[in-house]
C-alpha cells in the first residue's frame, strides 16, 4: 500500500483539485457568434444534498487513511501525558507555594 501525504484528490475524480479543468468554459451551441461561454458539467453547481453527500463522502475517505494506534499504543501514550500533565502540575504548585511564602517574608 503506498501512501500520498499531502493528496487533495478526491475519491470521484482522483485529480486534485483545481488542475481537472474546472476554468474550462464550452461556447453554448446556439451562441457561437455572440462568444457566451458556460462551465463545463464536469464542474457544473451541485444541489445541496449532493454536496453534503460529497462531503461526507470525502470524510470517509480521509479517515480510512488515518493510521490508528494499537490499544497498548494508546495506553501507552495515555500513561506519558498523565504523567507529564502530573510533573507539570506539582512544578507549578512548588513555584505557587514557593512565592506566596516568599511574598508573606517580604510583605509580612
Known amino acids: 500500500m503506498t501512501e500520498t ?4 484528490a478526491t475519491p470521484e475524480s482522483g485529480n ?6 474546472a476554468a ?3 461556447a453554448v451551441e446556439g451562441d ?3 462568444g457566451k461561454q458556460k462551465k463545463s458539467g ?11 453527500g460529497l462531503f461526507y463522502r ?8 488515518v ?9 501507552n501514550y495515555t500513561a506519558v501525558v498523565v504523567t507529564f500533565v502530573v510533573v507539570v502540575m506539582a512544578f507549578v504548585a512548588g513555584l505557587d507555594y514557593g512565592f ?3 511574598s508573606l517574608f517580604v510583605f509580612g
Not at 486534485?16 to 479543468?21: A, K, L, N, V
Not at 464536469?42 to 453534503?52: C, H, Q, S, T, V
Request: charged letters at 35%.
Open 58 to 65: 470525502q470524510i470517509i475517505a480521509e479517515l480510512r487513511k
Open 42 to 52: 464536469k464542474r457544473a453547481k451541485k444541489g445541496l444534498f449532493a454536496r453534503m
Open 16 to 21: 486534485p483539485e483545481g488542475t481537472d479543468g
Open 5 to 8: 501525504t499531502g493528496s487533495t
Open 32 to 34: 457561437k457568434k455572440s
Open 24 to 26: 474550462e468554459t464550452t
Open 67 to 75: 493510521v490508528w494506534p494499537t490499544r497498548s499504543e494508546l495506553t
Open 100 to 102: 506566596s511564602k516568599l
